[in-house]
């Protein structure tokens, strides 16, 4: 029969639910923690996690996500079903928590030659209520041809669609792990974001922040953001630096290297 003593347990997302449980946890086995926000990491580390949470060789590792995202080095191949024309980016599935609502009513602020100039273009499985309540607001702004639903896009193309687009966009207020956030940093292209945590985290300072309830702030964002090209002239760097945080090869050679170490400390008795 399995005993306690003879498991290690991971946790993955140490935040208020996944840290205390590793806390308790640790106290009776080896825990390993995961969690894919770096400024949290970053704050655990730097207030000596093994004191907080009573664990000699506790371990925290953010994750990450696979290459193929950073193509702001490469060329990519421009969709077909692309607009022309420059275009904003919006990767979700459709959910009242994601927003989609106030960001179609925010880019409904927008001059008519900046919806001209940048259609919107929304990236998600179509066939839901929620969609169909998007559909009926984007008919009742006048917004048919500038505000694109293209349906859901297999996960390998994703890449293209961030690398191309003038300005990404991610409107979510409940989020854990935030891997389309991630994959628009590597890209490299300009990135307009909620402001409800974590998302803040995430992007820290190479992203401009709006809240996601309110679409006359998101507009205003929008306006500056599509206004201002010297403003976003400076994002594009700061988001490849901060989307190298997350690169997933760095995160399982160290998950990997780290495992045996902690293993052999728990045999030792050392945690």
């Given at each position: ?135 009926s607001l984007i008919s009742t702004l006048g917004l048919d041809g500038q505000v ?124």
């Amino acid at each position: 029969m399995l005993k306690l003593e003879d498991v290690n347990l991971a946790v993955v997302g140490l935040d208020y639910v996944g840290l205390p449980l590793a806390v308790e946890f640790g106290k009776k086995m080896l825990v390993v923690g995961f969690d894919i926000s770096k400024p949290r990491v970053d704050a655990l580390e730097s207030a000596h996690i093994e004191s907080l949470i009573k664990v000699k060789n506790a371990l925290t590792i953010p994750h990450g996500i696979s290459s193929m995202f950073s193509t702001h080095n490469n060329s990519t191949v421009r969709a077909d079903f692309l607009p022309a024309s420059e275009y904003i980016l919006y990767v979700s599935k459709f959910n009242v928590c994601k927003h989609h609502y106030e960001v179609i009513s925010a880019y409904a602020t927008l001059p008519q030659e900046l919806r001209e100039k940048f259609p919107l273009i929304l990236v998600g499985e179509t066939s839901s209520p929620e969609a169909d309540r998007l559909k009926s607001l984007i008919s009742t702004l006048g917004l048919d041809g500038q505000v694109l639903l293209i349906g859901s896009i297999p996960y390998q193309s994703l890449p293209p669609l961030y690398h191309h687009a003038y300005l990404n966009i991610f409107a979510s207020s409940c989020e854990n792990c935030l891997n389309i956030i991630l994959e628009a940093l590597a890209s490299g292209r300009p990135l307009i974001c909620s402001n409800v945590m974590p998302m803040p985290e995430f992007g820290e300072d190479a992203a401009l922040y709006f809240s996601p309830f309110d679409s006359m702030n998101m507009g205003d964002v929008l306006i500056e953001a599509l206004s201002t090209p010297e403003l976003l002239s400076k994002l594009p760097s700061a988001t490849v630096l901060q989307g190298d945080k997350f690169d997933w090869e760095s995160t399982s050679k160290k998950t990997w290297s780290e495992l045996p170490v902690l293993a052999k400390r728990s045999k030792e008795g050392a945690c």
